[in-house]
């Protein structure tokens, strides 16, 4: 029962900001969107999460919509480590959900 | 070791034969979850250990898997009369809320299976 939507790929351009998004309809007042990446061969990496401000951290920034159906994750400049499968996931604060579903993700490519 | 430590790495094995993999959490880190990842798949929720409460199993497969964990340490996935469907990479996580303020979990590299 996949809460969120997201493309399956997309490339972007060394140096350039990627933008990812994702739609999350159905997003209920009391779940968070968080990001996760995944390289190749890794296991995932936590990237940022949110409620319904904007977050920026040292990785990335998050921009929710205000009615919270949509965000983006924003790669300011991206580089060709930055190329991986990145997962959208909506859950209730650690606390109460556990269960991280994880979809198919967006698989980015960032090219030289 | 400062992440989640899982082994073995890889693990080749026989069809109907019994594997274990181990998952080292980090160090107080109350909560870990195991998940398996088919190829190009997404991950799939196996079973989550919340300090000394029951563990939810509600993603296991089959009664061919099971875990276990000794406190909040070390845990182990066994998988019995293993399938060649069982071959996937069997990833670990662990968190606290009480160390991270974001809920974030930390996964370690996953213990790759091949069943032949």
């Known amino acids: 029962d996949a809460k969120t939507t997201q493309p399956p790929s997309m490339d972007c351009a060394e140096g350039r900001a990627a933008n990812l998004p994702c739609n999350h309809s159905t997003i209920s007042g009391n779940e968070y969107v968080y990001w996760y990446r995944q390289i190749h061969s890794q296991g995932p990496q936590y990237i940022i999460h949110?409620?319904?401000n904007n977050e920026t951290n040292e990785m990335a920034s998050l921009i929710i919509t205000e009615d919270r159906k949509s965000s983006t994750l924003i790669l300011p400049h991206a580089t060709l480590r930055d190329t991986a499968v990145y997962y959208c996931i909506v859950r209730v604060d650690w606390a109460n959900d556990y269960k991280l579903s994880f979809g198919a993700g967006t698989t980015v490519t960032v090219r030289a | 070791g400062a992440g989640v430590s899982q082994s073995p790495s890889n693990k080749v094995t026989e069809k109907g034969k019994d594997v274990e993999l181990r998952c080292d959490p980090i160090?107080?880190?109350?909560?870990l979850y195991w998940y398996r990842q088919r190829l190009g798949q997404g991950l799939e929720f196996l079973i989550y250990f919340q300090g000394n409460s029951a563990p939810d199993k509600s993603g296991l497969p089959s009664d061919r898997f099971s875990a276990e964990r000794t406190g909040e340490s070390v845990s182990t996935l066994t998988i019995q009369r293993t399938q060649q469907e069982d071959s996937a990479v069997y990833l670990c996580?662990?968190?606290?809320?009480?160390?991270?303020?974001?809920?974030?979990?930390?996964f370690g590299e996953g213990s790759r299976l091949t069943v032949l």
């Open positions: 949110g409620l319904k």
């Open positions: 160090s107080g880190h109350t909560a």
């Open positions: 996580a662990s968190s606290s809320i009480l160390i991270t303020n974001t809920g974030e979990l930390f």
